[in-house]
């Protein structure tokens, strides 16, 4: 029997009537609600089905929730057999697992493959015109929208309530792209207040809506107080019957106070409110841009070698930093790898000492909507650092030394380490709004994979956040299958056979792929973009001196054979081939010839730009041994 957990986030309007705002998979619950969960219904519905063995298919972010379900089946006798199936964090066909009378699959992963998740999960709209076409009374199940979506999403509607809040507080929402739930949400107010409601929304809407936008009125939950209010319930769906259980209800409030007011000019039809909003109208916590989340404050401090405190704004690659050498922790990057790693007991293992490593990249991000963690001590003192960012501590409901991300830590469930090994408390863990533009600084160490933040005087252990690994193409790019089938980048799966060249015979061998990376936006390249002189996020283009373009639109740090060797418009010394495959980082440029699939060589005449969302979705995949592949004809490596 399989079954899927999903959530469902809902408003609660004046009336006191709920109206749903979207449905999602791949749900990352913060230890903070957990409390709430309910189990007892599912290990009821287990035992009247005869079931013997449970299989929990998640990903690793999801930790928490899977100790939670490993916990309340603990009781349950009628279990024998207990077992996880992790996928990567950026998978999105789950690895299948088979299915017998008495197994349940209780699958927390999304899957691109199940028309739940692809269709009224992913897209919103979809969702929606589920509602909207169904009847008048099941549209008003949904919060009040306005959609005019053409092409494969072909929905029409109009629910759209014409009134408005009170000055502080925003009137409708747009979610620019409409596609991935709880992405892309811009809050504004409507101007031109001397106009009649009517009038102010036709004039809103043909200034600001665009083909497959949605609007929603924004519904104040905030009851007067200082903070907006969303309702969220966890529920399994599950046989081929879709029969459901209700596991969780509960309120979330925003993380951030409302603010006393907000700026906007009434002579103006549209007024989008600055991003540093975001989490004073919207109930969702930070947590999904491992980038520029998974860093640290310009501000935090290192500690050099000589025992100087160094803001790692001003951190140099290639000097040294202290870091702890952490026995037993693999010696990676990778996101599943070390998220994974525990030790037994309240003490690091035997042996962990104090060590150096060199700096090998710092990369700075703008930090989203200009909020960042605040976390603090039991010296009293606080330290501002991403809210994704891996932190070393004792989680004491599981009487285990792991890593957990900032966002998840809760002073009753975590403490932290300092460099000798001691337990620091944790009095709070807030979002706070910085003022202004500023940025996150994402440190990759080598040869250990930890650094030692400075919180006045009290040595923390973090570690590298794993996600590294940024170079992509655009979806359409033509991946060359071993059996000479092509398959478009988005749709190669883990497990598939593509080519790869190998220079030593200068042929294609085959390799099969190992993992997909599908986490990626135009926007996670901004930097680099800029650091070759343009003056927004894009992809590039190459065009063979005849002036044929190759077809391929990638981000600048993506390498691709050369006659001198691998060479990208970007080099990043953090990545492949340049962090042990190949010393020198050459810059790809006009002239330099390209190997092809045919072992042919083809010279670029021309490198263009084109400027692009940054919400557009870019793919890569990682493939053994050779570390590369066939894209649109032209042999690229995959980075890692």
Same mark, same amino acid.
């Given at each position: 029997m399989?079954? %899927? ?15 749903l705002?979207?449905l999602?998979?791949d749900?990352d619950f913060?230890?903070a ?5 309910d189990w007892?219904?599912f ?7 005869s079931?013997?063995e449970?299989?929990?298919?998640? /990903?690793a ?10 916990e ?13 199936q992790?996928?990567g ?11 017998t ?14 028309? $739940? ?10 969702? $929606?015109?589920?509602?909207g %076409? ?46 991935s ?8 107010? #409507?101007?031109?207040?001397?106009l009649?409601a009517?009038?102010r ?43 459901y ?32 909003h975001?989490?004073? $109208?919207?109930?969702?916590w930070? /947590? ?23 803001? !790692? ?6 000097s040294?930093?202290k870091?702890l050498?952490i026995?037993?922790?693999p ?11 525990? &030790?037994?007991?309240?003490?690091l ?7 150096s490593?060199l ?5 700075s991000s ?20 991403g ?18 991300y ?10 932290l380490f ?34 030692i933040?400075n ?12 996600? $590294?690994?940024? %170079?992509?193409?655009? !979806? ?16 190669i799966?883990?497990?598939e ?9 200068n042929?294609?061998?085959?390799s099969? #792929? ?5 986490r ?8 680099s ?7 927004t ?5 190459l &065009? ?8 391929? /639109? ?9 006659k001198?060797?691998? !060479? ?20 790809l440029?006009?002239?330099?010839s390209?190997? %092809? ?9 021309e490198?263009?730009?084109e !400027? ?16 590369n ?6 042999v690229? &490596?995959? /980075?890692v």
């Amino acid at each position: 029997m399989k079954g %899927t957990l999903y959530s469902s986030d809902f408003v609660k309007n004046a009336d006191g009537d709920f109206k749903l705002l979207e449905l999602n998979t791949d749900t990352d619950f913060p230890s903070a609600s957990l409390e709430h969960f309910d189990w007892s219904g599912f290990n009821t519905m287990l035992t009247n089905n005869s079931i013997s063995e449970v299989v929990i298919v998640h /990903k690793a972010f999801q930790r928490g929730l899977v100790n939670n379900i490993s916990e309340s089946l603990h009781g349950n006798s009628s279990i024998t057999t207990y077992s996880e199936q992790l996928e990567g964090i950026d998978a999105i066909y789950p690895t299948d697992v088979t299915d017998t009378d008495t197994k349940f699959i209780l699958r927390l992963a999304y899957n691109e493959a199940a028309l $739940f998740d692809s269709e009224y999960c992913k897209k919103t709209i979809s969702l $929606f015109k589920l509602f909207g %076409t169904d009847s008048e009374a099941s549209s008003e199940m949904v919060v009040p929208h306005y959609v005019s979506a053409s092409g494969d999403l072909n929905y029409v509607g109009d629910t759209l309530s014409r009134t408005f809040n009170v000055s502080d507080i925003p009137d409708v929402t747009i979610k620019e792209t409409a596609v991935s739930s709880g992405v892309g949400i811009d809050f504004f107010k #409507v101007g031109k207040s001397s106009l009649s409601a009517a009038d102010r929304y036709a004039e809103f809407i043909t200034a600001e809506y665009n083909d497959g936008d949605l609007i929603t009125n924004y519904v104040d939950t905030s009851g007067g107080g200082t903070h907006m209010i969303s309702y969220r319930t966890c529920n399994i769906i599950y046989d081929t019957t879709l029969e459901y259980l209700n596991i969780a209800s509960y309120q979330i409030p925003s993380w951030v106070d409302l603010p006393d007011s907000i700026e906007y000019d009434d002579a103006l039809i549209s007024n989008k409110l600055d991003n540093k909003h975001r989490y004073e $109208f919207a109930t969702n916590w930070p /947590k999904q841009n491992y980038r520029t989340l998974g860093g640290v404050h310009g501000d935090s401090t290192l500690i050099d070698l000589d025992n100087n405190s160094v803001l !790692a704004k001003n951190t140099v690659s290639g000097s040294a930093y202290k870091s702890l050498n952490i026995v037993g922790l693999p010696d990676t990057d990778d996101f599943d790898a070390f998220i994974a790693w525990s &030790h037994a007991g309240n003490e690091l293992p035997a042996g962990t000492a104090m060590t150096s490593s060199l700096l090998i990249s710092n990369q700075s991000s703008s930090i989203d909507y200009g909020v960042i963690s605040e976390v603090s001590s039991s010296d009293n003192t606080s330290i501002s650092i991403g809210n994704s960012l891996p932190m070393l501590v004792y989680d004491i409901n599981a009487d285990k030394v792991r890593f957990e991300y900032v966002y998840n830590l809760l002073p009753s469930e975590h403490k932290l380490f300092d460099s000798t090994g001691s337990l620091v408390d944790i009095v709070e863990n807030n979002l706070v709004i910085l003022d202004g533009v500023d940025y996150t600084y994402e440190l990759n160490m080598e040869s250990d994979d930890t650094f030692i933040l400075n919180n006045s005087g009290v040595l923390l252990v973090a570690h590298n956040n794993g996600h $590294f690994g940024y %170079t992509c193409f655009l !979806a359409g790019t033509s991946i060359s299958l071993s059996n000479g089938d092509y398959k478009n980048i988005e749709d190669i799966q883990v497990g598939e056979s593509v080519y790869s060249w190998d220079s030593e015979t200068n042929s294609l061998v085959s390799s099969d #792929v190992s993992k997909i990376d599908h986490r990626h936006t135009v926007g996670d390249h901004t930097d680099s973009c800029l650091s070759y002189g343009e003056s927004t996020c894009g992809v590039f283009s190459l &065009h063979s001196s005849d002036g044929t373009d190759l077809g391929l /639109k990638f981000t600048p740090e993506h390498p691709f054979l050369t006659k001198r060797g691998w !060479a990208s418009l970007t080099p990043l010394e953090a990545q492949e081939p340049w962090k042990s495959q190949q010393a020198e980082q050459l810059i790809l440029e006009v002239g330099d010839s390209i190997r %092809t699939e045919s072992g042919e060589w083809i010279t670029i005449g021309e490198i263009t730009f084109e !400027a692009m969302d940054a919400s557009t979705p870019v793919y890569n995949f990682t493939v053994p041994t050779h570390s590369n592949y066939i894209a649109n004809n032209l042999v690229a &490596h995959n /980075k890692v």
